[in-house]
């Protein structure tokens, strides 16, 4: 298993695919071990992509400590130079976006384009959903809170009309949970990534970026809603914005999603 040693702790990472270097950084929660994920997407046909599990999650490490999103920008620029790669295009998805602001402000020369999916820059463009007030749920309410909002078109009629489609999607979300639920310090590590959401505010920073941005994310996302999108936008100088059909998973519900990413990455983007 391919381990490097970031800074101040050890962090899992996979490259595979073809084509052009593709950093991409996973949401909240995240675990390579859960499937499908990034590597079984049209992207990977396309691109050699390099992902990793970030500080607190999956198989990197967790120590107990409060965490900062200076911390994983830092340890993104350190798994860059362990695979010796000087720069590259990057994708964040979700808290992966939030992260991919902070490293791409940070380390401006490592970052050829940027994608900022289903993301937020907080402050005065807005917030995502505060994840960590869903702790307190049982496990199984968790799973329905995060579904409804995640689409916010799943409301008690959907949920009545589409009763097995459901709870196919709650069955889903449980199985993924359980996924090193009994490795050390794995609740410390979730709780820990949560709270570094807290406080991320990249707004008045955003008109400092230089490279090609393309935000995108989905029309019913209640989590990093499309008023989040078109801030960043407002802020970000070389930025394009498409919405798409879905919610915060709108790349895997909207087959139209990776193909634009992809264009928009090769330099193909229009506003077509």
């Known amino acids: 298993m391919p381990f490097i040693q970031a800074r101040d702790i050890s962090l899992y990472y996979e490259i595979q695919g ?7 950084i996973n949401g909240s929660g995240a675990d390579l071990r859960n499937k499908p994920n990034i590597f079984d997407s049209s992207l990977a ?25 200076q911390d994983y920008a830092d340890d993104t620029a350190a798994l860059l130079a362990a695979v010796g790669w000087d720069s590259c295009l990057v994708m964040g998805v979700s808290f992966g976006g939030m992260v991919a602001q902070h490293f791409a402000l940070n380390y ?19 917030d995502s959903f505060a994840m960590h ?29 589409h009763a097995e489609t459901f709870q196919r999607l709650i069955n ?3 199985a993924a949970k359980q996924i090193g639920v009994d490795e050390p310090n794995h609740a410390i590590g979730l709780q820990r990534q949560l709270q570094a959401r807290i406080g991320h505010d990249t707004y008045a920073q955003l008109p400092q970026l230089q490279m090609p941005v393309f935000i995108c994310g989905g029309r ?26 879905g919610g915060h998973l709108f790349y895997l519900q909207d087959k139209r999603a990776f193909k634009r990413i992809t264009q928009f990455f090769m330099g193909e983007y229009d506003q077509a």
């Open 45 to 69: 046909q396309h691109f050699t992509i390099l992902a990793f599990d970030q500080r607190g999650l999956g198989q990197s490490g967790k120590p107990d400590y409060p965490y900062t999103l």
């Open 133 to 161: 007030t869903l702790d307190a749920l049982p496990a199984y309410e968790r799973a329905k809170r995060f579904l409804v909002l995640s689409d916010t078109r799943r409301d008690h009629a959907w949920q009545l009309s």
């Open 220 to 245: 019913f996302d209640g989590i990093a809603p499309p008023a989040n999108l078109e801030a960043m936008h407002s802020q970000i100088p070389h930025s394009h914005l498409q919405l798409f059909s």
């Open 108 to 126: 401006p020369q490592h970052v050829q384009r940027l994608v900022l999916a289903c993301t937020s820059s907080g402050g005065e463009g807005g």
């Open 18 to 24: 073809h084509g052009p270097k593709l950093l991409y």
């Open 172 to 174: 889903y979300q449980l």
